[in-house]
Nanobody, 116 residues
């Protein structure tokens, strides 16, 4: 049974940092492309970052490139998103995602609020 559980969100001041975690079960994060998405209030869900299963290459939406880093711990089966230099416009619920055997799986999300 595939499960994704995000954690690490919270309230942070502009310029601050947070690290999000996504604990995966039922599959190995190293075998699939893992993605982070986010959904801000009143907006559609958008892609944030991805890490490919084979080789581990990464990709980012332009607005976070250079500030966010996606990574994974294969031994712990956890996906991470390190977020630095946070801005108010980064405020959103952050979700991890995997497409496995033609099906999309999502966690319930973790809320990140960037505000002074």
């Amino acid at each position: 049974q595939v499960q994704l559980v995000e954690s690490g969100g919270g309230l942070v001041q502009p310029g601050g940092s947070l690290r999000l975690s996504c604990e995966a079960s039922g599959f190995r994060v190293s075998d699939y492309t893992m993605r982070w998405y986010r959904q801000a209030p009143g907006k559609v869900r958008e892609f944030v970052a991805s890490i490919f299963g084979v080789g581990g290459s990464t990709d980012y939406v332009t607005s976070v490139r250079g500030r966010f880093t996606i990574s994974r711990d294969n031994a712990k089966n956890i996906l991470y998103l390190q977020m630095n230099s946070l801005r108010p416009e980064d405020t959103a619920v952050y979700y991890c995602h995997v497409r496995r055997v033609g099906m999309d799986y999502w966690g319930k999300g973790t809320l990140v609020t960037v505000s002074s």
